[in-house]
């Protein structure tokens, strides 16, 4: 919820300080920066969490050691290959700040290294707290700078968006640092075998990320390839308001992963498949009134942002139905990573964002920008169709189980809820008579003093 308020807040701004050119500009370099945070995080991220979570002590320095070795070394090949193509992508998008915009981010990835492995083995220990300040204060203070910049009135350059990024991952890994420091156990040598079994296992989860990011940025890029970065603004802008489904969806799934590696060694199948079938259904109950909303406010809802950006009405009313796929797309491969099976996923995702490619070419050179939304939304549907098969081959999975529990969920929240007022309620009543012992107390002492 801290990052959904932070970004929208830092979005509004930004749509109404930059230049619709600008913005989308902004768009694809956050685009391949996200490439590669994204691609990393997925070789190092489900292989560390599944195998710290079951690890005894001497295997949990050697896991931690070999992770950070992985980490250090995905930041110097991404370095590396910012340093080779910025040049290459700046005449891609023909966006001349975009090659400076890269080399400043090859300091961020630095930043990034204790940033990502400190959340990593919170994670591992389900330990929360510290994941949410250090996300808090990596956004809250790119958000304060845009801020001060909105208020004052003074221009933004995208260069000193791309410097005030970097600012914001240090003050993160800092916060990162202070509170994942006591799980950061290591070990003096570092165990080449530990190194080759997270990459091997990780490598089919950072392959999966890299094609996912394919699977829902390639229309953004070919967008600004095809047409221009205006109309990538246009088409961010809904999507950012759909990414808003996926707030539940990404923290319930942090917490689905290491439980769901764990009911799998000590219950089986059948709990993975009753926690896939629960977790889809709450991330669902939680996304269905904000779609209601969505579908019949569009016009307001992106009026908050920009009143120039409403020709993305019909994308936005397209794009939101990306939100009801997600929730079974996630969890499909948070549960197949899990179980030791990341191959499957990453072979899933790769034909989806195959096809996405085809589909987007096909639609966004006969129909323009709306051609995206169409191009995206019918790959959504067919790998939900496919992926949902093998689930009921491999646990006997079924999406309409997950559907069924949404009504149990509205109806627990309902409950929760009246018996959070009625504590709320004694709590009132408990301090006013203790408020009325104490006044009577006082005045018992008061009585006494005077004798």
């Not at 669902?284 to 020709?311: Q, R």
Request: hydrophobic share 50%; proline share 3%; net charge positive.
């Amino acid at each position: 919820v801290s990052i959904l308020c932070v970004g929208i807040g830092n979005y509004i701004l930004l749509v109404r300080t930059l230049s619709m050119g600008d913005m989308g500009a902004w768009v694809l370099f956050l685009t391949v920066t996200a490439f590669i945070e994204v691609g990393k995080d997925g070789l190092l991220q489900n292989a560390l969490i599944k195998h710290l979570t079951i690890s005894d002590e001497a295997d949990y320095t050697k896991i931690n050691t070999a992770s950070l070795f992985l980490n250090i070394s995905l930041c110097l090949l991404s370095i590396l290959f910012l340093l080779g193509f910025g040049e290459i992508l700046s005449n891609f998008w023909s966006i001349p700040d975009l090659e400076a915009m890269m080399v400043v981010f090859c300091l961020t990835i630095v930043f990034l290294i204790p940033f990502s492995h400190g959340r990593f083995v919170q994670q591992a220990n389900l330990d929360f707290t510290g994941i949410f300040w250090s996300s808090f204060t990596r956004q809250g203070t790119l958000f304060a700078f845009v801020l001060f910049f909105f208020i004052s009135g003074r221009e933004i350059s995208l260069l000193n968006l791309a410097i005030w990024q970097c600012i914001a991952a240090f003050c993160g890994a800092l916060v990162s640092l202070a509170f994942g420091k006591k799980y950061m156990r290591f070990s003096r040598v570092l165990d080449k075998t530990w190194v080759s079994r997270l990459f091997n296992y990780g490598k089919f989860v950072w392959g999966t990320n890299l094609s996912a990011m394919i699977y829902k940025r390639v229309d953004v890029m070919m967008i600004g390839k095809l047409l221009s970065p205006g109309p990538v603004a246009l088409y961010d802008l809904a999507i950012r308001i759909t990414n808003l489904a996926e707030v539940p969806t990404v923290s319930i799934a942090s917490i689905v992963f290491p439980q769901s590696a764990k009911k799998m060694i000590s219950e089986g199948t059948a709990a993975v498949k009753e926690l896939y079938e629960k977790s889809v259904g709450a991330i669902l109950a939680l996304i269905l009134p904000f779609f209601i909303v969505i579908m019949l406010f569009p016009g307001p809802i992106i009026s908050l942002f920009n009143e120039a950006y409403l020709e993305a009405i019909p994308l936005l009313r397209l794009t939101i139905f990306y939100g009801l796929f997600i929730p079974f797309s996630i969890q499909f491969g948070t549960v197949l990573d899990s179980i030791g099976k990341p191959k499957i996923n990453f072979y899933f995702v790769l034909f989806g964002s195959f096809l996405n490619v085809i589909f987007n070419y096909i639609f966004i050179t006969n129909f323009g920008v709306v051609g995206a939304a169409y191009g995206t939304l019918i790959t959504y549907t067919i790998h939900f169709i496919l992926t949902q098969i093998l689930l009921y081959r491999m646990f006997n999975i079924k999406a309409y189980k997950a559907i069924s529990y949404i009504p149990a969920f509205y109806k627990q929240a309902y409950h929760m809820g009246i018996s959070f007022l009625k504590d709320l309620g004694k709590k009132d009543e408990d301090d006013e008579l203790l408020t009325k012992q104490k006044n009577s107390v006082d005045k018992n002492s008061v009585e006494e003093k005077t004798l």
